[in-house]
């Protein structure tokens, strides 16, 4: 009973890439695999959002590979690399305004200090976003760093399996912290 709906008038360059990220193998299909996976409404239901945003960053990463004509390249990756960057240093700025008491200056030195064109102007809405919605960007950027570390700490003590079974075991996990999906999907390896 889900459905993908696409105006295909909106679509753009990088339109697979956010199927990839909005519906499979990204949220939807998370979340159905969950569904089938759990009984318990609890766990579907509840996901924490960092499991649910770091998932769906990794495989929207994950995915440029195929949407490139000829596998990774050095462009795939720089413009990976740009957006986790981009993710990371605002995921920081979040951090900052609400631990650090950062103001909008604090916020637009650091974004430029890592050559990003930021301006008041250009970065108002956003901090006002950052300020009344604290963690907005942690979500997605620490949910992003803790699923992309255990994917790879399961690539590297399981050389012999594929993406397909670290992605399973991954999924298998369910949601918790990210210490026991790593120990859960790492025991469904061995």
């Known amino acids: 009973s889900n459905l993908l709906i696409v105006n295909t008038a909106g679509e753009e360059k990088d339109f697979g890439v956010t ?11 998370e979340s159905i695999y969950t569904r089938t996976k759990s009984s318990h409404p609890y766990m579907y239901l509840t996901e924490s959002t960092g499991y649910l945003e770091g998932w769906a960053t990794y495989v929207e990463n994950y995915s440029m590979k195929y949407f490139t004509g000829s596998g990774v390249t050095d462009a795939m990756i720089l413009i990976r690399d740009e957006s986790v960057l981009g993710l990371l240093v605002s995921t920081r700025v979040d951090y900052g305004i609400h631990v650090e008491n950062w103001s909008l200056d604090d916020c ?12 008041e102007d250009t970065f108002g ?24 570390t255990i994917m790879d700490n399961l690539h590297a003590n399981h050389p012999n399996a ?3 079974d670290i992605h399973t075991a991954y999924l298998n996990a369910l949601t918790g912290t990210f210490e026991q999906i790593e120990q859960y999907a790492d025991k469904q390896l061995n």
């Open 125 to 148: 809405k956003y901090y006002t976003l950052l300020v009344t919605d604290p963690g907005y960007y942690a979500k997605y950027g620490m949910g992003y760093l803790w699923t992309q």
């Open 108 to 119: 637009i030195n650091y974004f430029q200090s890592f050559g990003f064109a930021v301006t």
């Open 162 to 164: 594929t993406d397909k």
């Open 19 to 29: 199927v990839a990220r909005e519906a499979y193998p990204g949220h939807m299909f």
